[in-house]
Protein backbone atom coordinates (compact mmCIF):
# COMPACT_ATOMS: atom_id res chain seq x y z
CA UNK A 1 0.00 0.00 0.00
CA UNK A 2 1.54 3.67 -0.69
CA UNK A 3 -0.06 6.77 -0.29
CA UNK A 4 1.06 9.72 -2.47
CA UNK A 5 0.11 13.83 -2.40
CA UNK A 6 -0.91 15.99 -5.07
CA UNK A 7 -1.64 19.58 -5.09
CA UNK A 8 -3.85 20.74 -8.66
CA UNK A 9 -5.19 24.08 -9.26
CA UNK A 10 -8.73 24.39 -8.25
CA UNK A 11 -11.13 27.16 -8.31
CA UNK A 12 -10.18 31.29 -8.44
CA UNK A 13 -6.18 30.60 -8.48
CA UNK A 14 -7.09 28.68 -5.18
CA UNK A 15 -5.12 25.09 -4.88
CA UNK A 16 -6.47 22.01 -4.31
CA UNK A 17 -4.62 19.50 -2.21
CA UNK A 18 -4.86 15.70 -2.47
CA UNK A 19 -4.19 12.39 -1.51
CA UNK A 20 -4.08 8.91 -2.99
CA UNK A 21 -4.09 6.04 -1.40
CA UNK A 22 -3.26 2.67 -3.42
CA UNK A 23 -3.97 -0.92 -2.61
CA UNK A 24 -1.52 -3.59 -3.04
CA UNK A 25 -3.69 -5.35 -5.51
CA UNK A 26 -6.52 -3.36 -6.99
CA UNK A 27 -10.15 -4.04 -8.04
CA UNK A 28 -9.92 -1.29 -10.71
CA UNK A 29 -12.21 0.81 -8.67
CA UNK A 30 -11.76 4.74 -7.76
CA UNK A 31 -13.59 5.94 -4.85
CA UNK A 32 -13.31 10.04 -4.64
CA UNK A 33 -13.93 11.36 -1.37
CA UNK A 34 -15.57 14.82 -0.31
CA UNK A 35 -15.36 16.52 2.97
CA UNK A 36 -18.32 18.63 5.10
CA UNK A 37 -18.73 21.96 6.34
CA UNK A 38 -15.47 22.86 8.48
CA UNK A 39 -13.71 19.74 7.29
CA UNK A 40 -11.12 18.37 6.08
CA UNK A 41 -9.81 15.78 4.31
CA UNK A 42 -7.19 14.91 7.46
CA UNK A 43 -10.08 15.35 9.96
CA UNK A 44 -10.38 12.49 12.38
CA UNK A 45 -10.96 8.87 11.49
CA UNK A 46 -9.89 9.97 7.47
CA UNK A 47 -6.68 8.85 7.32
CA UNK A 48 -7.77 5.61 8.86
CA UNK A 49 -10.77 5.31 6.57
CA UNK A 50 -8.71 6.10 3.55
CA UNK A 51 -6.38 2.59 4.54
CA UNK A 52 -9.41 0.30 5.29
CA UNK A 53 -10.92 1.34 1.80
CA UNK A 54 -7.22 0.40 0.65
CA UNK A 55 -6.65 -2.71 2.06
CA UNK A 56 -9.92 -3.71 0.25
CA UNK A 57 -8.75 -3.25 -3.03
CA UNK A 58 -10.48 0.30 -3.77
CA UNK A 59 -7.77 3.70 -4.57
CA UNK A 60 -9.21 6.01 -2.15
CA UNK A 61 -8.54 10.06 -3.17
CA UNK A 62 -9.42 12.64 -0.41
CA UNK A 63 -8.86 16.19 -1.24
CA UNK A 64 -9.67 19.65 1.01
CA UNK A 65 -11.74 22.08 -1.44
CA UNK A 66 -10.05 25.12 -2.46
CA UNK A 67 -11.97 27.44 -0.44
CA UNK A 68 -12.37 25.07 2.68
CA UNK A 69 -10.22 27.78 4.89
CA UNK A 70 -7.14 25.39 5.08
CA UNK A 71 -3.86 25.87 3.37
CA UNK A 72 -1.34 23.68 1.60
CA UNK A 73 1.10 24.59 3.81
CA UNK A 74 -1.22 24.13 7.09
CA UNK A 75 -3.87 21.97 5.78
CA UNK A 76 -4.96 21.25 9.68
CA UNK A 77 -6.46 24.64 10.34
CA UNK A 78 -8.52 27.23 9.29
CA UNK A 79 -5.79 29.94 8.62
CA UNK A 80 -7.69 31.51 5.53
CA UNK A 81 -11.07 32.60 6.46
CA UNK A 82 -11.38 34.86 3.63
CA UNK A 83 -11.42 32.22 1.38
CA UNK A 84 -13.69 30.35 3.54
CA UNK A 85 -15.79 32.95 3.86
CA UNK A 86 -15.99 33.35 -0.47
CA UNK A 87 -16.69 29.62 -0.78
CA UNK A 88 -20.00 28.60 -2.28
CA UNK A 89 -21.35 25.55 -3.65
CA UNK A 90 -20.58 26.50 -7.36
CA UNK A 91 -16.87 26.49 -5.91
CA UNK A 92 -16.93 23.31 -4.88
CA UNK A 93 -18.82 21.74 -7.66
CA UNK A 94 -16.36 22.95 -9.91
CA UNK A 95 -13.34 21.70 -7.60
CA UNK A 96 -15.04 18.56 -7.72
CA UNK A 97 -14.88 18.41 -11.62
CA UNK A 98 -11.40 19.14 -11.49
CA UNK A 99 -10.26 16.43 -9.15
CA UNK A 100 -12.42 14.18 -11.25
CA UNK A 101 -10.79 15.34 -14.70
CA UNK A 102 -7.08 14.90 -12.97
CA UNK A 103 -8.39 11.35 -11.93
CA UNK A 104 -9.30 10.15 -15.21
CA UNK A 105 -5.95 11.65 -16.86
CA UNK A 106 -3.45 9.94 -14.24
CA UNK A 107 -5.01 6.91 -12.70
CA UNK A 108 -6.48 5.34 -15.37
CA UNK A 109 -9.63 4.11 -13.41
CA UNK A 110 -12.83 4.15 -14.97
CA UNK A 111 -15.13 2.91 -12.55
CA UNK A 112 -15.81 6.10 -10.49
CA UNK A 113 -17.86 6.17 -7.09
CA UNK A 114 -18.39 9.62 -5.38
CA UNK A 115 -18.55 9.92 -1.54
CA UNK A 116 -19.12 12.49 0.41
CA UNK A 117 -19.81 13.34 4.37
CA UNK A 118 -22.40 15.98 5.07
CA UNK A 119 -22.25 18.80 2.80
CA UNK A 120 -19.90 16.84 0.45
CA UNK A 121 -22.31 14.60 -0.06
CA UNK A 122 -24.60 17.01 -1.12
CA UNK A 123 -22.13 17.89 -3.39
CA UNK A 124 -21.48 14.85 -4.63
CA UNK A 125 -25.20 13.90 -5.39
CA UNK A 126 -25.09 17.04 -7.58
CA UNK A 127 -21.90 16.06 -9.60
CA UNK A 128 -23.27 12.47 -10.32
CA UNK A 129 -26.55 14.37 -11.75
CA UNK A 130 -24.43 16.30 -14.04
CA UNK A 131 -21.58 13.85 -14.88
CA UNK A 132 -21.55 10.92 -16.52
CA UNK A 133 -18.34 9.36 -15.48
CA UNK A 134 -19.52 8.91 -12.40
CA UNK A 135 -20.81 5.12 -11.83
CA UNK A 136 -22.27 5.20 -8.16
CA UNK A 137 -22.80 8.04 -5.32
CA UNK A 138 -22.58 7.67 -1.52
CA UNK A 139 -24.10 10.01 1.22
CA UNK A 140 -22.99 9.89 4.96
CA UNK A 141 -24.85 12.04 7.09
CA UNK A 142 -26.03 14.42 4.14
CA UNK A 143 -28.51 17.25 3.80
CA UNK A 144 -31.33 16.83 1.06
CA UNK A 145 -31.19 20.41 0.55
CA UNK A 146 -28.40 23.50 0.29
CA UNK A 147 -31.28 25.84 -0.58
CA UNK A 148 -33.36 27.91 2.13
CA UNK A 149 -31.86 26.57 5.74
CA UNK A 150 -31.75 30.09 6.59
CA UNK A 151 -34.54 31.73 8.04
CA UNK A 152 -36.08 34.57 6.20
CA UNK A 153 -35.27 36.90 9.54
CA UNK A 154 -31.61 35.45 9.15
CA UNK A 155 -31.48 36.22 5.50
CA UNK A 156 -32.18 40.05 5.75
CA UNK A 157 -29.67 40.58 8.91
CA UNK A 158 -27.06 38.98 6.58
CA UNK A 159 -27.91 41.21 3.20
CA UNK A 160 -27.97 44.26 5.44
CA UNK A 161 -24.52 43.45 7.34
CA UNK A 162 -22.77 41.13 4.14
CA UNK A 163 -21.86 38.72 6.44
CA UNK A 164 -22.90 36.39 8.74
CA UNK A 165 -20.78 33.92 11.50
CA UNK A 166 -20.95 30.62 12.26
CA UNK A 167 -18.72 29.92 15.18
CA UNK A 168 -16.62 26.88 15.47
CA UNK A 169 -17.04 25.17 19.06
CA UNK A 170 -13.46 23.03 18.22
CA UNK A 171 -11.13 25.69 17.01
CA UNK A 172 -13.47 28.54 19.20
CA UNK A 173 -12.85 30.83 15.72
CA UNK A 174 -15.71 32.71 14.52
CA UNK A 175 -15.84 31.54 10.68
CA UNK A 176 -17.76 34.61 8.42
CA UNK A 177 -19.64 33.33 5.56
CA UNK A 178 -20.04 36.08 2.99
CA UNK A 179 -23.54 37.04 1.50
CA UNK A 180 -21.87 35.74 -1.99
CA UNK A 181 -23.26 32.06 -0.74
CA UNK A 182 -27.19 33.07 -0.66
CA UNK A 183 -26.48 34.93 -3.51
CA UNK A 184 -24.60 32.28 -5.66
CA UNK A 185 -27.78 29.36 -4.32
CA UNK A 186 -30.09 32.33 -5.70
CA UNK A 187 -28.84 32.22 -8.78
CA UNK A 188 -28.33 28.33 -9.63
CA UNK A 189 -30.85 27.47 -7.81
CA UNK A 190 -31.69 24.76 -10.49
CA UNK A 191 -28.01 23.49 -10.41
CA UNK A 192 -27.56 23.01 -6.76
CA UNK A 193 -31.25 21.38 -6.29
CA UNK A 194 -30.11 18.18 -4.72
CA UNK A 195 -33.86 16.96 -5.02
CA UNK A 196 -33.83 17.69 -8.60
CA UNK A 197 -30.55 15.98 -9.07
CA UNK A 198 -31.28 12.92 -7.35
CA UNK A 199 -34.96 12.17 -8.40
CA UNK A 200 -33.51 12.12 -12.04
CA UNK A 201 -29.95 9.86 -11.34
CA UNK A 202 -29.95 6.73 -12.99
CA UNK A 203 -26.74 5.54 -11.09
CA UNK A 204 -26.50 3.46 -7.95
CA UNK A 205 -27.32 5.54 -5.24
CA UNK A 206 -27.01 4.81 -1.48
CA UNK A 207 -27.73 6.95 1.74
CA UNK A 208 -26.49 6.52 4.90
CA UNK A 209 -27.15 8.24 7.73
CA UNK A 210 -27.57 7.68 11.71
CA UNK A 211 -30.87 7.80 13.36
CA UNK A 212 -29.41 10.25 16.14
CA UNK A 213 -27.73 13.01 14.17
CA UNK A 214 -28.13 16.57 16.01
CA UNK A 215 -26.51 18.48 12.97
CA UNK A 216 -28.63 16.96 9.52
CA UNK A 217 -32.24 15.42 10.64
CA UNK A 218 -32.48 11.91 9.83
CA UNK A 219 -35.43 13.09 7.84
CA UNK A 220 -33.65 14.53 5.27
CA UNK A 221 -32.04 10.98 4.24
CA UNK A 222 -35.48 9.59 4.23
CA UNK A 223 -36.05 12.13 1.62
CA UNK A 224 -33.23 11.06 -0.38
CA UNK A 225 -34.63 8.02 -0.94
CA UNK A 226 -37.68 8.88 -1.45
CA UNK A 227 -37.19 10.95 -4.09
CA UNK A 228 -35.04 8.13 -5.68
CA UNK A 229 -37.01 5.23 -4.82
CA UNK A 230 -34.11 2.80 -6.31
CA UNK A 231 -31.81 4.34 -4.10
CA UNK A 232 -30.88 2.21 -0.94
CA UNK A 233 -31.14 3.79 2.57
CA UNK A 234 -29.16 2.83 5.42
CA UNK A 235 -30.09 4.02 8.73
CA UNK A 236 -27.64 3.10 11.46
CA UNK A 237 -29.43 2.67 15.02
CA UNK A 238 -28.01 5.75 17.56
CA UNK A 239 -25.12 7.30 15.17
CA UNK A 240 -24.48 11.10 15.20
CA UNK A 241 -23.75 13.33 12.26
CA UNK A 242 -19.78 11.65 12.84
CA UNK A 243 -20.71 7.76 13.47
CA UNK A 244 -19.17 8.09 16.82
CA UNK A 245 -15.10 10.03 15.14
CA UNK A 246 -14.09 13.08 16.67
CA UNK A 247 -11.08 15.41 15.82
CA UNK A 248 -8.40 14.84 16.74
CA UNK A 249 -8.83 11.42 16.40
CA UNK A 250 -6.06 8.97 18.40
CA UNK A 251 -7.23 5.40 18.06
CA UNK A 252 -6.00 3.19 15.41
CA UNK A 253 -9.27 1.78 15.19
CA UNK A 254 -12.81 3.39 13.87
CA UNK A 255 -15.45 3.76 16.37
CA UNK A 256 -18.22 1.09 15.86
CA UNK A 257 -20.84 3.18 14.19
CA UNK A 258 -18.15 4.22 11.48
CA UNK A 259 -17.11 0.40 11.15
CA UNK A 260 -20.62 -0.52 10.43
CA UNK A 261 -21.24 2.46 7.74
CA UNK A 262 -17.27 1.24 6.19
CA UNK A 263 -18.68 -1.92 5.92
CA UNK A 264 -21.89 -0.91 4.07
CA UNK A 265 -20.36 1.33 1.56
CA UNK A 266 -17.33 -1.23 1.01
CA UNK A 267 -20.35 -3.84 -0.02
CA UNK A 268 -22.30 -1.45 -2.38
CA UNK A 269 -19.49 -0.69 -4.38
CA UNK A 270 -18.44 -4.18 -4.44
CA UNK A 271 -21.06 -5.31 -5.92
Known amino acids: ?27 NKLIIFSHGFKGFKDWGCFNLISKIFAENGFTFLKFNF ?8 DPLNFN ?13 LNDLSLVLDWS ?7 DITLLGHSRGGGVSMLKSGEDKRVKRVISWSSPSSFLNRASTDRVEIWKQKGVSFVYNGRTKQNMPLYIQLYNDCEQNKER ?42 FIVKDADHVFGASHPYNSNKIPSNLKIVVDKTIDFISR
Open 1 to 27: MKKSIEIIKGSNQKKILMDITFPKKSN
Open 66 to 73: SHNGTTIA
Open 80 to 92: DLEAFGNNNFSIE
Open 104 to 110: VQNLNIS
Open 192 to 233: LDIQNSVSNLTISQLVIHGDADPSVDVKEAYDLHRWNPRSEL
